[in-house]
Each structure stands twice: as structure tokens, then as C-alpha cells.
């Protein structure tokens, strides 16, 4: 909400001059996300030793709150940092806690479909906020964005008292006898017990396989075998030990440009439409609508694609799409068209598309990886290791965010708007190859059984 309005903010209210509106809003960008960088892990850590989710949740709101009031009230630039310093850990957070409480619920096998669909609303969220925010501080100045903003978030914080987590649900169950689950879970048992008298039988002896040669040979790929040290140093945090997995460390990568690109757009669109086009807080945040617009509908597509086919097909088509789109934010500023507006507002909705699509494959994919090691290994994870794992993924999104303002922010400066999203799409078209050879296993051109 406050993307559009920052540059106002650091004019009218601070009194930065106009030469250094685009460095003091990618320094007020990139401290919200190298926040959420260091605070993320911790996150994680914190959320995956809580007997609820619900806790971390309710805290980090709460700091929301308190910063979001530092940042409306602050009249210095420190001020503002520490505001949005505040933010950052705060979102660290709830991102991390919220992505685990999601696995928790709806398992691997679902987790593209969730994703996608979870990354659609919050795109629609961060593209429709500008907006808001523009129009009310158009309209009604600083009291009426504190009071939306703050608002919001006390709606937030009220349905999260309102959850109910599977696993608390599931303790009331057991101690219902008169409950559906624990009826079930009865006659589970029983079923259980006529299971292990028919292991009893001949065709149920000590030599048969308990699991496929397919479920084996996949166990054995991820099976681990520390040795002592390495069992000490890793017993606090076991999500370390699954960083041997190329294609987990390919997965953090894409997400970490996928949030480089989203923050590059935030650092660079407002100021553009503010020096380029003339464009007030108000207009400034419309064209964020074009960006967003395709999300909604194609967020859950793109989550049951990367379900269906993969990640490797989805992130390698999402990066790729993205490479002419970017190019073409140049066509705007070019002879003879000159300040063409609207050509502007259709380029951005196909840069939204391909946003779209880069959405769910990280997120899908290091599940999917920490999830083999997590059944491969047992013993190593006394807890499920969800949360250390989002907290990590928030690092390094975080980094991006923290990446994206610095860098298109230091290009537009130096070489302008068009040329520095064309080095955004050369930086899309790496990230598409390093999909194809690493995320989601082998491609077969390269001797592997991947799909592609």
C-alpha cells in the first residue's frame, strides 16, 4: 500500500529533493526486505518448536501494527527505516508461519494447487494495494492511509484468533469419543490389527518388501547418513541437511528472482510514472492494476499446472514469457511513439502474466524435496521441518526483495528505465535454463528421467 506514496512521503514530509526520491525509496524497500531476510530463519526455527501456529502469528501482526504507525507518523528518515525494519520482521513472520500452517493442512500432494492459488491473491493484494493506498492519500491525506492500513490489519488479526489448526482440531477429536475422527480412528485400528494378523499368513512373511523398488531406490537417493559431528551441529536445525539437494538450492534461487523481479517493479514503476509521465500518487498506483490484473485467474491455473506437469515445465515457461515482456517496456519510450500510456498499461499486463506463472514452482519444488527427506529420515527430523524450510525460502525471497529495488533502482538511474529492464530479462533468461537443467531432477536431453 505504501509503494506509490513513498515517494510523497520523502518529498512533502521529509523534504528530500526530487535527484534522491528513487535512492530513498529503494533504501525504505530494501530495508523491509533485508529485514525479513536475517528475521526469517529465526522465524522458522521459533514456529517449528511452538506447540501452535497461532502464537508467531498474533505477535508478528502486532508488530505490524506498531510499525505501520511508526511509518505514517515518522519525520525522519531513520525513523522511517527502523519503521520499515519493523515490518520486514514482522512479515518474516507470518510469511513463514502461514506457509507451514498451509503444508500442515493440505499436504505435498496439493501444495501446487495452494501455492498458486495463495500467490494469486497475494499478487491481486500487492497490485490492487497501490492502488488503494494512492487513492487515499489522494483523497484524504496521511490520516486516511494510517487508518486504512492499520484497519486492515486488525481485520487480519482477528480471523487469525478465529483459526482453528488441524492439529488442535485433531486433539479435541481424539478426546471426543463421540467424534467422526476418533471413530475413525478406531476402526483404523481395529482394521490395523486384522492387517497384522494376515501378516501372520504365508503370503504376508518376513520377506516381503514392505515398499516398491521404485519406493526404495527413491529412499535410498535421499537417505541420509551423517556422521556424529555432523548429527550435533545439525540436531537444532536438521533442514540443513538436505541442503545436498541441487534442486533445492535451484528452487531458492528462483525464488529469489521471482521476488527481485516483483521489488523491481515496485522500486521502478512510481518513480517512473512520476518523472515520465507526470503521474500523482493516485495514477501512479492505477498502473500497478495491469500488472496484477491476469493474476487472480491465472494463479490457481498455474499452481494445477506445476501439480500436472512439473515444475521444471512451469518455471522454464514463466521465465522465458518474461524475457520479451521486460524487452518490451522499452517500446514505450521509443520514436515516434513517444509517452504512449496505454501501449505502457498492455506491456505490464503481460509482464503480470508471466509473474503469474514463476509463482508456484519454488515453493512446489523444495517442498517436494524436503518432504523426500523427511520420509527417507525419520530420525533426523523430530519435528516436522516445514517452517525451518519456509523460513529459509522468506531468506532468500527476502534477498530478492532486498536485490530488486538496489539494483533496477541503481540501472535506471545509470542507464534509464528501458535499457535496465532489458538486463532484467537477460537475468530471466538465465533463471529459465538454470530451471531446465536442475529443478525437478535431470531434463531427459541431458540423460536424465525428467520430463522436458
Known amino acids: ?54 502464537a508467531p502469528f498474533l505477535a508478528g501482526l502486532t508488530a505490524l501494527i506498531v510499525a505501520t ?12 527505516i527502523i519503521a520499515r525494519v519493523a515490518q520486514g520482521a514482522s512479515s518474516a513472520v507470518v510469511w513463514t508461519v502461514g506457509l507451514a500452517l498451509c503444508i500442515d493442512t493440505v499436504g505435498p500432494d496439493n501444495l501446487g494447487k495452494t501455492i498458486g492459488s495463495i500467490f494469486s491473491f497475494i499478487s491481486v493484494g500487492a497490485f ?56 475413525n480412528a478406531d ?6 490389527g486384522e492387517s497384522s494378523n494376515d501378516q501372520d499368513s504365508p503370503e504376508h512373511d518376513e520377506s516381503s518388501p514392505l515398499l516398491s523398488k521404485k519406493d526404495e531406490k527413491e ?55 512520476q518523472g515520465y509521465y507526470g503521474l500523482d500518487s493516485l495514477k501512479s498506483g492505477l498502473l500497478f492494476l495491469p500488472l496484477g490484473a491476469l493474476d487472480l485467474v491465472m494463479g490457481p491455473i498455474a499452481g494445477w499446472a506445476t501439480d500436472k506437469y512439473g515444475t521444471k515445465a512451469l518455471a522454464v515457461v514463466g521465465y522465458l514469457w518474461l524475457v520479451p515482456a521486460l524487452v518490451l517496456l522499452r517500446v514505450p ?6 509517452k504512449n500510456l496505454a501501449i505502457y498499461c498492455v506491456i505490464l499486463a503481460l509482464n503480470g502474466a508471466g509473474l503469474a506463472t514463476i509463482g508456484a514452482p519454488s515453493l512446489v519444488e523444495a517442498g517436494a524435496v524436503v518432504d523426500k527427506f523427511y520420509q527417507a529420515n525419520p530420525e533426523n527430523f523430530p519435528n516436522s521441518p516445514y517452517a525451518q ?30 535499457n535496465s529492464n532489458a538486463v532484467l530479462a537477460a537475468v530471466s533468461g538465465v533463471t529459465a535454463l538454470g530451471g531446465y537443467i536442475w529443478l525437478g531432477g535431470k531434463p531427459k536431453m541431458l540423460g536424465g528421467k525428467g520430463v522436458l
Open 128 to 183: 490492487a494495494a497501490p492502488v488503494v493506498g494512492g487513492t487515499v492519500w489522494k483523497k484524504s491525506g496521511q490520516a486516511g492511509a494510517l487508518g486504512v492500513s492499520v484497519g486492515v490489519i486488525g481485520v487480519d488479526l482477528l480471523m487469525r484468533l478465529l483459526v482453528i489448526e488441524k492439529k488442535v482440531a485433531k486433539r479435541y477429536d481424539d478426546a471426543d469419543p463421540t467424534s467422526t475422527a476418533s471413530n
Open 1 to 54: 500500500m505504501v509503494v506509490p506514496i513513498v515517494p510523497y512521503i520523502l518529498e512533502d514530509r521529509i523534504g528530500i529533493p526530487q535527484s534522491g526520491i528513487q535512492s530513498a525509496t529503494s533504501a525504505l524497500l530494501a530495508a523491509y526486505a533485508g529485514a525479513s531476510f536475517l528475521f526469517a530463519p529465526v522465524a522458522g526455527y521459533i514456529a517449528d518448536r511452538t506447540a501452535s501456529r497461532q
Open 69 to 80: 504507525i511508526m511509518l505514517f507518523t515518522g519525520r525522519s528518515m531513520t525513523v522511517l
Open 187 to 192: 476402526q483404523a485400528s481395529e482394521h490395523d
Open 219 to 273: 529412499n535410498a537417493m535421499y537417505k541420509l547418513a551423517p556422521s556424529e559431528e555432523q548429527r550435533a551441529i545439525f540436531r537444532h536445525l536438521p533442514i540443513l541437511l538436505t541442503f545436498r539437494s541441487s534442486s533445492l538450492l535451484l528452487a531458492f534461487v528462483v525464488g529469489m528472482i521471482q521476488a527481485f523481479l516483483l521489488s523491481s517493479f515496485d522500486s521502478t514503476l512510481p518513480t517512473h510514472a
Open 333 to 338: 519510450q521509443a520514436a515516434p511513439l513517444g
Open 389 to 418: 524450510l519456509y523460513g529459509f525460502n522468506s531468506m532468500v525471497f527476502s534477498a530478492g526483495l532486498a536485490l530488486g529495488p538496489i539494483v533496477a533502482g541503481g540501472l535506471k538511474d545509470k542507464i534509464g528505465y528501458g
